[in-house]
T-cell receptor, first 114, second 113 residues
Framework: DAGVIQSPRHEVTEMGQEVTLRCKPI?????LFWYRQTMMRGLELLIY????????DSGMPEDRFSAKMPNASFSTLKIQPSEPRDSAVYFC????????????FGSGTRLTVV | DQQVKQNSPSLSVQEGRISILNCDYT??????FLWYKKYPAEGPTFLIS?????DKNEDGRFTVFLNKSAKHLSLHIVPSQPGDSAVYFC????????????FGQGTRLTINP
């Protein structure tokens, strides 16, 4: 079990550019979550999918952010255009049943927009 | 609307003593409460959890206490070890069957030798 795999680990981009973050969940997990960690807001949920269907995207900050899950083994989070305030660590996580077991996080993507 | 709050950004404890991390929540509909531990440059990892129908759960050096009337939970680590130095997040889930976890802001625990 390779765990939740995120790529890239680090991304530095210029303001206005498109950024795509990628996530491969654990095989067999049917829920996938995108979180953002900042000093000010801690860990905030952006969006989550259940069986590849978006269930709750109320945390997506604005229309510049979009997420897709075309199949059970892949998801993307896209920011277009990127802004310096988007700089943060973005985590992907997956679970089979959250409850008492929570979910497994990836190692995160550190995004810096200059 | 911060439904889960950790009011102490940091805590420093001597090795061998007890570490107590605290968390408050506002939504009485949460079914499950969890603690995660996070090291730098890594994702959070699950530590211990408790159901809302219990008031205590123990796993080795880690014990979580839940006080539903006060909407408060705490994590006790006894004895504290240097490897426990990390950021600890409390989280809650289960409102109306929702799978998402709502996290607190985190508390940075430092264990001093």
């Amino acid at each position: 079990d390779a765990g939740v795999i995120q790529s890239p680990r680090h991304e530095v981009t210029e303001m206005g550019q498109e950024v795509t973050l990628r996530c491969k969940p654990i095989s067999g997990h049917n829920s996938l979550f995108w979180y953002r960690q900042t000093m000010m807001r801690g860990l905030e949920l952006l969006i989550y999918f259940n069986n590849n269907v978006p269930i709750d995207d109320s945390g997506m900050p604005e229309d510049r952010f979009s997420a897709k899950m075309p199949n059970a083994s892949f998801s993307t989070l896209k920011i277009q255009p990127s802004e310096p305030r988007d700089s943060a660590v973005y985590f992907c996580a997956s679970s089979i049943r959250t409850g008492l077991y929570g979910y497994t996080f990836g190692s995160g993507t550190r995004l810096t927009v200059v | 609307d911060q439904q889960v709050k950790q009011n102490s950004p940091s805590l420093s404890v001597q090795e061998g003593r007890i570490s107590i991390l605290n968390c408050d929540y506002t939504n009485s509909m949460f079914d499950y409460f969890l603690w995660y531990k996070k090291y730098p440059a890594e994702g959070p990892t699950f530590l211990i959890s408790i159901s809302s129908i219990k008031d205590k759960n123990e796993d080795g050096r880690f014990t979580v206490f839940l006080n539903k009337s006060a909407k408060h939970l705490s994590l006790h680590i006894v004895p504290s070890q240097p490897g426990d130095s990390a950021v600890y997040f409390c989280a809650a889930s289960g409102v109306q069957g929702a799978q998402k976890l709502v996290f607190g802001q985190g508390t940075r625990l430092t264990i001093n030798p």
